[in-house]
């Protein structure tokens, strides 16, 4: 049965509602991360330092499904909490073909594009073979991995945020058994490890297609032929806008650190940072977890008018984040040190840089959430040119231009530190927007 949204939500209520949303966004992290840790210990840093270059590209073009999902999601919960369940489904639909068309376009430009895009980064020999390798298998799964992306939002949307946890487990088992089959049995190196990951992501896209073009499903959504709406489909878009915007945006980060990195230390630098970025996608993904899953609830309850149930949540999710910050730095500086053996133990000196830059780097843990839940409340309350404005500022502007300028000043530790700066600019950016509409918003009692 779909969870009602229309009641009050407790802190239990809550914390239950959102939990399979963080775990599926943990989920799909470890996509990557499992492929991290074959890829490494099994092929070796080379063809890790492949993966981190090319695995961005297929991120900035796999985030058209995140957009149209928070975008879509937002329209789609403020016409149900309208009353016009109708509508909603009509909506729903359009933007899942539109997803769908969207990323096989991508995905063909993405094939014309990833070898000249490797050599810009300055891959070369054996880096650049296999960057160009990994890259194009994911090309061809693209739609896959964008309807994953656009399912692990609109299932809650849906009422049923527990089947998109179970379909993200589905697609990880997925994953990590044939990583295993395909590297340490069949011994077909990166090649098996992209084609491993391109099949979990068929497994996360196709299945939630599946479920929801069933006429008798349990959701409160189907998937139905529907003339595309043009107006409806660019305002998702708009307003979904600010995670495209803040993903690809990561990404490009990713590529500047690993430009600076390779100009710096080269590629032990390029290894040890994605040794962080595999564990640090972890901590994030709770967060955006969080901020994805509660996003529904914001919606649907701002399309009734129900202003009392919008400032309870926005004030239990704050204290959330807050708790969860401070645990999660706590935790990243226990852990540095064997969460960075699982991937690097067979090279001392590359683990013990790791370790020092990842505890370096946790800094940014004690800031992030905030700016990730703002800027995704702002979609809710479908106000999506200040959500991505805060995105843009937070990954475009401030960690771009810190990971350009710090390390003028401080050298490599400059680089580890620059998201943590960015992170602190982006967090008073967004409690400033927060502050300046709370009124219209109805975040402040009359």
């Known amino acids: ?102 990323s096989l376009v991508l995905g063909a430009l993405g094939q014309a594009a990833i070898v000249p895009a490797m050599q810009a980064f300055g891959a070369d020999g054996p880096l650049l073979d296999s960057a160009v390798s990994y890259g194009r298998w994911l090309l061809g799964m693209l739609p896959f991995f964008a309807l994953q992306f656009a399912f692990e939002v609109l299932f809650s949307t849906a009422g049923k945020p527990h089947y998109g946890f179970f379909v993200v487990v589905a697609g990880g088992v997925t994953n990590v058994v044939l990583d295993w089959l395909f590297i340490c049995v069949l011994g077909w190196g990166i090649d098996g490890t992209a084609i491993a990951t391109g099949l979990g992501q068929v497994v996360g896209g196709a299945i939630p297609l599946v479920y929801f073009a069933r006429r008798h499903n349990s959701s409160f959504l189907r998937l139905r032929w529907t003339r595309p709406e043009w107006r409806p489909i660019g305002k998702a878009c708009l307003n ?56 529904p609830l914001m919606s649907y309850q701002f399309g009734a008018g129900n202003h009392g149930e919008m400032r309870s949540i926005l004030l239990k999710s704050l204290g959330l984040i ?72 937070r990954t475009l502007v401030f960690e771009c231009g810190a990971v350009i300028l710090l390390p003028l000043v401080w050298g490599i530790n400059g680089i580890w530190l ?28 009359k």
């Open 1 to 102: 049965m779909a969870q009602d949204m229309n009641r009050h939500f407790t802190l239990s209520a809550l914390l239950k509602f959102t939990f399979p949303t963080i775990c599926m966004m943990i989920f799909t992290s470890l996509y990557t991360v499992v492929d991290g840790f074959f890829v490494s210990n099994y092929i070796g840093k080379t063809a890790l330092a492949a993966v981190n270059l090319a695995w961005p590209i297929i991120m900035i073009l796999a985030t058209v499904g995140l957009m149209t999902g928070t975008g879509g999601s937002a329209l789609i919960a403020k016409t149900r909490g309208e009353g016009d369940d109708e509508q909603a489904n009509r909506y729903f639909s359009m933007l899942v073909f539109f997803t769908i068309a969207v």
């Open 240 to 295: 979904g806008c600010s995670e495209l915007v803040s993903n690809i945006a990561m990404s490009l980060v990713t590529m500047l650190y690993n430009f600076q990195l390779m100009a710096y230390i080269g590629e032990d630098g390029v290894a040890a940072y994605s040794v962080i970025g595999y564990t640090a996608m972890i901590f994030g993904a709770v967060f955006m977890g969080y901020a994805v899953g509660s996003s």
């Open 322 to 393: 807050g708790a969860s910050s401070v645990a999660m730095f706590l935790a990243a500086q226990w852990l540095a040190a064997p969460l960075s053996a699982i991937f690097v133990s067979y090279d001392p000196e590359l683990l013990d840089f790791t370790v020092q830059a990842y505890k370096l780097y946790a800094l940014a843990f004690l800031i992030m959430g905030l700016p990730i839940y703002l800027s995704a409340l702002f979609t809710a309350l479908n106000n999506g040119v200040v959500s991505a404005v805060i995105a843009f500022m």
């Open 418 to 445: 620059s998201v943590s700066v960015g992170e602190l600019a982006a967090a008073l950016l967004a409690v400033g927007f927060l502050v300046a509409l709370r009124k219209r918003y109805g975040f402040v009692k």
